[in-house]
């Protein structure tokens, strides 16, 4: 397991590289650049830029989350093609700088949804949380009434470029069905594959987060099953997956030690962290530990040691701890810890194989 940390830029973000490495075992920051607009390529001397600041703290610059899917490509509009040109553009330029890994994902129109960023746990941190009845009770016209009400109106994992389109897209995914979606993500596969493979870049989805529909909109990136169709769609081992075990760990029905040990050589990124799930459908992040969440952390992380795992690992979100003020989930505390926890979990994984003493 190779760790690394997601960073979101000076300026961007609260935590600093200097800060970063001094949390055991980081070899690598997960980056992308911010600022550039979903479909459009991203510009080689932004990304040397880059490259340079955060390998001149000694981390290396493999992984990129995210690359984010333009809507017309999701929604399979004419106009996808040439946003599946700059698509591949961008895959190549980010070849050029020896990047291997690209996450992504194909969500219609929202990234990850909470009702609730600051949400107190029983030891006085906070963390995201989602109140599911909240969500099920907005519907599409609903939300598009509050946003002409008030255009400050957000949610968190909200894209403001997208928001401002929002009527418009809720009326454009009126007729995308599930199967359309599959459809419209094998459009993309069969393009930027390809690409993708000459470039030695291996692509990641990320599941859905939740995994399940909101908004009336489809979401298929949610299951095992699902999964096994993703990998089917076109064969190729560019063609992964980003194993995200809170994203999945929502719906109880997701096995995803099961996953692991299943989907193992079509993992090249993993991202790992808890949840809590209450049984009225409601879900918390909690600390990585297994005890203190509904996934069974433990196992999972002996899935990937016995697979031999070598792709990248990352804590994903955290709970923010000691009043520290920071990006909602991406503060350093708690996901230094989760690194810690990882580590001690896969150390001492490999102690006992090895029949050694010494980690
Ligand atoms: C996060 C996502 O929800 C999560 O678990 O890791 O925000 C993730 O970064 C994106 O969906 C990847 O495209
Ligand atoms: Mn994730």
């Not at 810690?340 to 979990?345: A, E, I, K, Q, R």
Request: hydrophobic share 35%.
């Amino acid at each position: 397991m190779r760790m690394v940390f997601r960073w979101y830029g000076e300026g961007n973000d609260s935590v600093t590289l200097p800060q970063i490495k001094q949390i055991p075992g980081v070899e690598g920051i997960v980056w992308a650049l911010h600022d550039i607009p979903a479909g459009e390529v991203w510009p080689m001397d932004r990304i040397l830029q880059l490259k340079e600041q955060i390998e001149g703290h000694g981390f290396h610059i493999e992984v990129v989350e995210s690359v984010n899917v333009h809507e017309d490509i999701k929604l399979g509009l004419p106009s996808r093609d040439k946003y599946i040109d700059n698509y591949k553009q961008t895959i190549e330029n980010l070849g050029k700088v020896g990047v291997t890994t690209i996450c992504y994902n194909f969500m219609p129109v929202f990234d990850w949804v909470r009702t609730d960023l600051h949400k107190e746990l029983e030891d006085g941190s906070t963390a995201l949380f989602y109140e599911k009845v909240k969500v099920d009770a907005m519907n599409p016209s609903e939300l598009v009434h509050k946003i002409n009400e008030n255009p400050d109106f957000t949610m968190p994992g909200w894209e403001p470029e997208r928001l401002s389109r929002l009527s418009e897209l809720f009326e454009a995914y009126k007729d995308v069905t599930e199967e359309k979606l599959w459809d419209h993500l094998h459009y993309f596969l069969e393009r930027i594959i390809p690409v993708a493979e000459e470039n030695g870049i291996r692509m990641a989805i990320h599941p859905d987060d939740p995994p399940w529909p909101i908004f009336g909109l489809p979401r298929i990136m949610t299951c095992r099953d699902n999964f096994r169709k993703l990998l089917k769609l076109v064969d190729s081992p560019y063609n992964g997956i980003t194993l995200c075990s809170g994203s999945l760990g929502a719906n109880p029905a997701n096995d995803i030690a099961g996953m692991v040990r299943e989907f193992a050589d079509s993992i090249p990124f993993a991202h790992i962290r808890n949840v809590r799930r209450y049984d009225n459908g409601d879900f918390i992040e909690t600390s990585h530990r297994a005890r203190d969440g509904s996934v069974d952390i433990c196992d999972i992380v002996k899935a990937y040691h016995e697979n031999d795992f070598t792709g990248y690992v990352r804590p994903d979100h955290g709970r923010h701890l000691w009043n520290e003020q920071c990006r909602p989930g991406y503060g350093l505390y708690d996901r230094a810890l989760g690194i810690m926890y990882l580590w001690g979990v896969w150390d001492s994984l490999e102690r006992t194989k090895r029949g050694s003493v010494s980690c």
